[in-house]
Structures are given as structure tokens and as C-alpha cells.
């Protein structure tokens, strides 16, 4: 093995190429046609490495083998290969051209910090991607997934901020947690029907305040549903076995349509037959092992369940939010909300107009005594946010505060 005019030339006879050899003089290197292994760590840091010519015979990529080779602009990885060890192209900055081997999975940490790499073509024979496979591929803007993807583990396509959609393929039954975590211009996502596992955070962003998603989830749109223009709904197919936070973040405690009439959060179980609120308080306190869904099914005691877990500032807030949206909701724990509101619902109320949420509003209006003083209150909040729809419904409620308040005083003076 030498290197003459920046290419690295091998042996006839080597099959195997060493670990560690490592050189920052080898700018194109062309394996012969008897190399059938890289092993581990080969070429890791040589950071003039242009270009690779891999042979038709090559079986096995080792572990990093790769890795930290900055100017490596393709890789053309031959279809017969058997082999490829984690994070063998990782941080492969300069890397923006790709065709992947015929194997089963994807490995670990693949192309992880491949800022350059724009598009990505998964093969037929692909069923897994490994965790973090595609991690902060900052430039992708196209994935075209097989129709054999079975499972895209933890942190797959996290940070992979140049997604703008995505399409799932009928095969996908495991999206893992916080796998397109970070994806901030993603716009458009669509979901099969078959789906088993959907992780926590699969979508989360802490980047903006409101994310402006189209399309379908589940096979249902995010569409108007009754009277609410553009009011979000998911639907969860039947065949979800657990569902923990896949969407937060996706859909935000702050989003509201143009109308500012959205109820903050509704899921349903197919076909719209149960809608449940989640407010993010929720999220706050739910434990990663607990899941919302469970066996196709919404689990009301699994939420119920979790106030004891709130912080005893939350709970109020909480508990307002649940018996506005009470499906399936026990009379005993009906009280147990309703507890926890006394002495808190005027915070609550402000609140409810704060995130703008017209049923908790309407509830507490309704089940709680406000002075006047109080309910012009709410309504000059209401009508600072520009939010008609609950100035309303406050204004109703203040007329008859006024009304009874009128009366009291009449009686106190007839009494008098």
C-alpha cells in the first residue's frame, strides 16, 4: 500500500484493508477489485479524502471507518454490500451525494452531522433505521422512503431542519421517540394506517411558538371539524398499541386558527368516535412510560390518574381544563376537580382567555360565582386580545351578574 499523486494504491493481492490508516495526504482513493473489507476506523479523520471508489466485491465497511472525513463529497457504497458498522460516514460534512447498499438496517449514527447531504433514497431492502441514522442532516430536503420500512428508531432525522415534508410508507409500524425532533420548517406529514408505536416528542420544537402543519396524520386531515374553521384533529387509528407524546410541540397549547375559535388540543380514536382534550399541563406531568393510548384504546383513568403527579400550582388549571372536556369522567373525581378550583378560578378564568379557550371559560362562568367588577374584568381582556367569541359569552354572564346583584341590594332594602 502507497500513495502516489494524493491516491492511495493497494497490493493486488490485499483483501483487507487495516485499521487506522489513517493520512491526511490521501485525497482519491480506489479500492482494487480483491478488497472486500474495510475495517474499523480505516480512513477516520483523513480530512483531505475527496473521493472513493468502492468495487463491486467490497463486503464490509467497518465501525467509523470513515468518519470525520470532511471533503468526502460521495458515497457510491457498492449494492452487494453485506456489512456497514455505525457511524461510518459520520460527520462527513462535505458529503451531498449518497447511494446506499442493499441491506436490512441502517446502522447507528450512519450519516449523523452530514450537513451537506440534500436528498436520500431508502432502499427496497431497508426495514430499520437505526437511532440517530440521519441526526442533524441540517441540508436534506427529500426523503424517499421503501415500502419495507418497519421501524425509524430515536433521533433518526433530528435536527434535520431543511424537511419540509414527509411520507410514511404503508410498512411503518415504529416511529421512535424524538425522531424529527428539531425539524422546524417541516410543513406536511402523512401517516399510514398500520402504525403500532408512535414514540414521545416524535415531532417536538422548541424553536417557534406556533407550527403551521399541513396535511394528513393518521389518514386524517388536519381539516375543520363542526363549526370551528381549521380546528386540528387526529385521528388515532385502531391499530396504535401505545401512544405516549408523539405530538408535542406538532400541535402547541398556543395555536389558534385565523378565527381564534380552536380548542387547544383534541384527539380522537378513528372515525372521531371519542374526542379528549389535552392541555399541555398535561404533558408537564405525564411520565414517559405512561401512555395516553393503550391497545387502541384512550386510557380516561391513565389521565385522570396523573393530577396527583401536577404541581399543586397547576392543578387548578388542570382540573378546569378536564371537566370542561369531561368524556367519561367519574362524579367522584368530577368533585375532586371542582375542589381544586375553589379560591383559584378567577386565576383559571384568566387563563381560559389567555390561551383563549371558549369551553373552560363557559364552564367556569357557568359553576362559579364572579362579581361584576370581576366579569368586566375578563371582558376588557377579552377585548385587548381581540377574542369576540368569549366577549360574549362574558357578556352575557356579566348582565346577569348585574342583574342579581340588582336584586340582592333590592332585597337588602325591603329587608331594611
Not at 388542570?318 to 367519574?330: D, I
Not at 390561551?355 to 362579581?371: A, C, I
Amino acid at each position: 500500500m502507497k500513495i502516489k499523486n494524493n491516491k492511495l494504491v493497494f497490493k493486488k493481492k490485499k483483501s483487507k484493508i487495516n485499521e487506522y490508516c489513517y493520512n491526511e495526504d490521501i485525497v482519491n482513493l480506489e479500492l482494487s477489485d480483491r478488497v472486500k473489507v474495510i475495517s474499523r476506523m480505516t480512513f477516520t479523520s483523513c480530512r483531505n479524502l475527496k473521493t472513493v471508489k468502492f468495487n463491486e466485491n467490497l463486503q464490509k465497511i467497518g465501525y467509523e471507518a470513515f468518519y470525520n472525513c470532511t471533503s468526502l463529497e460521495e458515497a457510491f457504497i457498492p449494492v452487494k454490500l453485506e456489512s456497514l458498522g455505525e457511524a461510518a460516514f459520520m460527520d462527513c460534512r462535505n458529503l451531498k451525494k449518497v447511494i446506499l447498499p442493499s441491506i436490512k438496517i441502517l446502522p447507528k449514527n450512519l450519516f449523523k452531522g452530514c450537513f451537506n447531504l440534500e436528498e436520500i433514497v431508502i432502499p427496497h431492502s431497508v426495514e430499520i433505521i437505526e437511532e440517530g441514522c440521519f441526526h442533524s442532516c441540517t441540508n436534506l430536503k427529500k426523503i424517499t422512503f421503501s415500502e419495507n420500512v418497519k421501524q425509524i428508531k430515536e433521533y433518526a432525522f433530528k435536527r434535520c431542519q431543511s424537511l419540509e415534508s414527509v411520507i410514511f410508507p404503508d410498512s411503518l409500524q415504529i416511529l421512535g421517540d424524538k425522531a424529527f425532533e428539531d425539524c422546524k420548517n417541516l410543513k406536511y406529514i402523512k401517516f399510514n394506517s398500520e402504525l403500532k408505536y408512535l414514540g414521545k416528542s416524535v415531532f417536538y420544537n422548541k424553536y417557534y411558538d406556533e407550527y403551521k402543519i399541513k396535511g394528513t396524520a393518521f389518514c386524517s386531515s388536519f381539516t375543520s371539524k363542526a363549526d370551528l374553521e381549521n380546528c386540528i384533529t387526529i385521528t388515532i387509528p385502531k391499530t396504535i398499541d401505545y401512544l405516549t407524546l408523539g405530538f408535542e410541540g406538532v400541535l402547541p397549547f398556543a395555536y389558534r386558527n385565523k378565527n381564534k375559535t380552536c380548542p387547544n388540543h383534541v384527539l380522537s380514536i378513528e372515525k372521531e368516535q371519542i374526542k379528549v382534550f389535552m392541555s399541555s399541563a398535561f404533558y408537564s406531568y405525564q411520565d414517559d412510560s405512561d401512555y395516553i393510548i393503550k391497545n387502541g384504546e384512550f386510557d380516561f383513568s391513565k389521565y385522570d390518574n396523573q393530577l396527583e403527579k401536577a404541581e399543586e400550582t397547576e392543578k387548578p388549571f388542570v382540573a378546569a381544563f378536564r371537566l370542561a372536556y369531561p368524556e367519561n369522567l367519574s362524579k367522584s373525581k368530577e368533585k375532586e376537580y371542582f375542589d381544586f378550583i375553589k379560591g383559584y378560578e378567577k386565576d383559571v378564568a384568566i387563563f381560559s382567555v389567555e390561551v383563549n379557550d371558549r369551553n373552560v371559560l363557559s364552564y367556569l362562568l357557568e359553576n362559579f360565582s364572579f362579581d361584576t367588577e370581576f366579569c368586566a374584568t375578563l371582558y376588557s381582556l377579552c377585548a385587548k386580545k381581540g377574542y369576540s367569541n368569549l366577549q360574549e359569552i362574558v357578556s352575557v354572564k356579566k348582565k346577569k351578574t348585574a342583574l342579581s346583584e340588582t336584586e340582592d341590594l333590592l332585597n337588602e332594602l325591603l329587608l331594611v
